[in-house]
């Protein structure tokens, strides 16, 4: 069942005392990994009110990992735009679906777009219809 508030469910875990601190880091990472990450403002005010700011690198340095900690418009801007698999067969174990598999099927059916993948297009921009090049 989808959580329809996320924060609404995070706040009494985070708050709880009886719950460690590297729970309360492990709550926030899921959070923003089921967010796709979050405003710096609220990153901010969720660290202060668990009171975790020592420990605060640990939820931080996760971008370099290429994980969006922090959104932001132009990140959202670039997502790759997915297929709906809903109607697919899947095997009781695999729900998910990578991000590689879509792109793979765009380049069979050259359906990529050339601003974004210019080296996977059909012709090359030198292409002028005869022969190899």
Known sequence: QKVKDS?????????????????KI???LLYIFS???TT???LD???QNVQIESDS?????????DVPVISSFVAQQH????RDRSKEETFQLSRWTPVIKDVMEDAIENKLDSKDW??????????NGSGAV
């Open 26 to 28: 492990r709550a926030i």
């Open 45 to 47: 005010k969720l660290i």
């Open 40 to 42: 710096q403002e609220n």
């Open 118 to 127: 210019p080296y996977c297009s059909r012709y090359p921009p030198t292409w």
């Open 57 to 65: 690198d640990m939820i931080r340095n996760w971008k370099y990992l």
């Open 35 to 37: 967010t796709n990450g």
């Open 79 to 82: 997502k790759y735009a997915r």
């Open 7 to 23: 924060m609404r469910v995070l706040l009494p875990v985070l708050l709880n005392k009886s719950h460690d601190s590297y729970d």
